[in-house]
């Protein structure tokens, strides 16, 4: 079984940036890809950003991209999104997911952590 817990969230100004870490224990993550997801008060969850278990690929909804980046330290079984030039609309609460790619293909949620960005 795999553990997931989110940290970094909070209240921040438009404009400013956040660093939401995932922090997995339990197993090892080699062979997971892992990301994030999102979903704000009444809207559907929806996905933010995934990096390969190997770190070398990664992926983002086409209007984060410039804004949103995720990375992981495998030593470290984390895997962090660097989020900046918050708008209001970045409101939700943010979680973290790890999905295994190879057999026995196993999915993981954390619990999320609140981000809220004040105008």
């Known amino acids: 079984q795999l553990q997931l817990v989110e940290s970094g969230g909070g209240l921040v100004q438009v404009g400013g940036s956040l660093r939401l870490s995932c922090t997995a224990s339990?197993?090892?993550?080699?062979?997971?890809?892992m990301g994030w997801f999102r979903q704000a008060p009444g809207k559907e969850r929806e996905f933010v950003s995934a990096?390969?278990?190997?770190?070398?690929?990664?992926g983002a909804r086409d209007s984060l991209k410039d804004r949103f980046i995720v990375s992981r330290e495998n030593t470290k079984n984390m895997v962090y999104l660097q989020m900046d030039s918050l708008k209001p609309e970045d409101t939700a609460v943010y979680s973290c997911?790890?999905?295994?790619?190879?057999?026995?293909?196993?999915?993981?949620w954390g619990q999320g952590t609140q981000v809220t960005v004040s105008s």
């Open positions: 339990g197993r090892t993550v080699t062979g997971y890809t």
């Open positions: 997911y790890a999905k295994r790619v190879i057999p026995p293909l196993r999915e993981y």
């Open positions: 990096i390969s278990w190997s770190g070398t690929r990664t």
